[in-house]
């Protein structure tokens, strides 16, 4: 019975240590998640105006190196659907993390993959986001991915319409 106390004593010190140097706690199932992934399948039907609501006034969001305002970076996302068909976030993963030092962020983590509905070309590229969450808006985004097919395939949508 003593050792069965002392057992007790000792986890209870070992569990409160490993909290103290915690850098956080990540879930997959809370509010925060199931919000990227509503906006996640917007992008994927072709209207990401929804990020309206979450995305405060002043936001910044970063595609690669490039910075866009909340309106540019929607348009920018909507106009992939001009551009390609059968957009995809395979393999899709998001969750948040809730970080010791209050920050909260969500990763979205993929391999996207669309046609060009101009070449008929398909891409496959992996792909990284995360979301930097104030309270209930979203502060910053940051989407990692090669952009080369993006960028080919929006020169010639540009050209044929002009």
């Known amino acids: 019975m003593k050792n069965y106390i002392l057992l007790i004593i000792a986890l209870i010190f070992v569990s409160c240590d490993q909290t103290q140097s915690n850098a956080g706690v990540i879930q ?90 101009i070449t008929g070309k398909e891409y496959y590229y992996p792909a990284h986001c995360r979301w930097v969450w104030e309270g209930e808006q979203i502060v910053k985004t940051n989407c990692y991915v090669d952009p080369a097919a993006i960028f080919a395939e929006v020169a010639l949508f540009q050209e044929s319409q002009e």
Not at 35 to 43: R, T
Not at 65 to 84: A, K, M, P, R, T
């Open 28 to 117: 997959n199932d809370d509010s925060k998640s199931e919000v990227v992934v509503k906006l996640a399948d917007s992008y994927l039907a072709g209207n990401f105006d929804m990020a309206r609501e979450y995305f405060s006034a002043d936001s910044k969001h970063y595609f690669n190196d490039l910075e866009f305002d909340v309106d540019g970076i929607i348009e920018g996302y909507n106009s992939h659907s001009l551009i390609f068909n059968d957009i995809k976030h395979n393999d899709r993963k998001v969750y948040t993390g809730y970080f010791s030092d209050g920050t909260i962020q969500t990763f979205h983590d993929f391999n996207w993959s669309a046609t060009s509905i």
